[in-house]
């Protein structure tokens, strides 16, 4: 039998769907900014969701390396990807390869939420964040450096969004800062508790699976989670197509 990756070979991102992805998050960030600048707010402020959510997806997929690229290319689009979240993307990605490697076991912090009780989901959860960063240098020494420079730049980024307000009163980029940290502090419900506490066969993942050929990554990232613990390789876009093609992973495998 061939193990889940070696089964999963052959759901690669065709040129056109790789540059789709590689460009997605970027797009949208031009489209909020502009969209901002002209204090279209009613626009924008979606927008500055919607680029926390592709960013997200391709952040995670860099985790994986699962989007075509070399390894240097990848290092480098995870930490670009990471800043997007306003987060060190080798952090996350420490974090995320042990969660896969012991889901939901005592020395999985990223998959604690999961285990939780949804009322500590909701108030511990930007502390929660803040904690898997602290995590992450804990458990990956070797890239500490890389991890600190993310930081750095994260933080030299909060400092040119206070600047901009300040000499220029301008709030775009505060106003992205804003989102950035609600989404980041839900983020513990949506990407860990609601993903692993609803069975493949329920009303709302199934939903989310049947439109996710026509909407967005992100609901296949929501719709296909247990699948994705199986083969971590695929493209999230392709996980569709994963769940069509591939055999299921065994019950409750995540």
């Known amino acids: 039998m061939l193990r889940p990756n070696a089964a999963a070979a052959h759901l690669r991102l065709s040129p056109t769907q790789q540059w ?24 924008a402020v979606p927008l500055a969701v919607a680029v926390c959510l592709a960013g997200f997806v391709q952040t995670h997929d860099a985790m ?7 390894k240097q290319q990848n290092d480098r689009l995870l930490t670009l990807s990471g800043l997007l979240l306003l987060k060190s993307g080798h952090g996350l990605q420490v974090t995320h390869l042990r969660h896969h490697a012991h889901c939901l076991r005592d020395d999985d912090p990223e998959g604690a939420p999961a285990t939780w009780a949804f009322w500590r989901v909701v108030w511990q959860g930007p502390y929660h964040i803040l904690m898997l960063r602290r995590e992450s240098l804990r458990m990956a020494p070797h890239t500490r450096s890389i991890q600190l420079v993310e930081t750095a730049l994260t933080l030299l980024l909060l400092g040119v969004f206070v600047g901009l307000y300040y000499w220029w009163g301008s709030p775009v980029g505060l106003v992205y800062w804003g989102v950035a940290f609600v989404m980041s502090a839900t983020l513990p419900i949506w990407a860990a508790y609601l993903p692993h506490q609803l069975a493949e066969r329920n009303p709302a993942v199934r939903a989310a699976a049947a439109t996710a050929l026509f909407w967005t990554p992100v609901l296949s990232s929501f719709a296909f989670h247990h699948l994705h613990h199986h083969y971590p390789r695929v493209p999230t876009a392709l996980l569709p197509r994963a769940a069509a093609e591939l055999p299921p992973p065994p019950p409750h495998h995540h």
């Open 64 to 70: 994986h390396q699962a989007l075509g690229l070399s």
């Open 20 to 43: 789709l992805e590689l460009m997605r998050p970027w797009v949208l960030l031009a489209g909020y900014v502009a969209t901002a600048s002209l204090g279209w707010w009613w626009l």
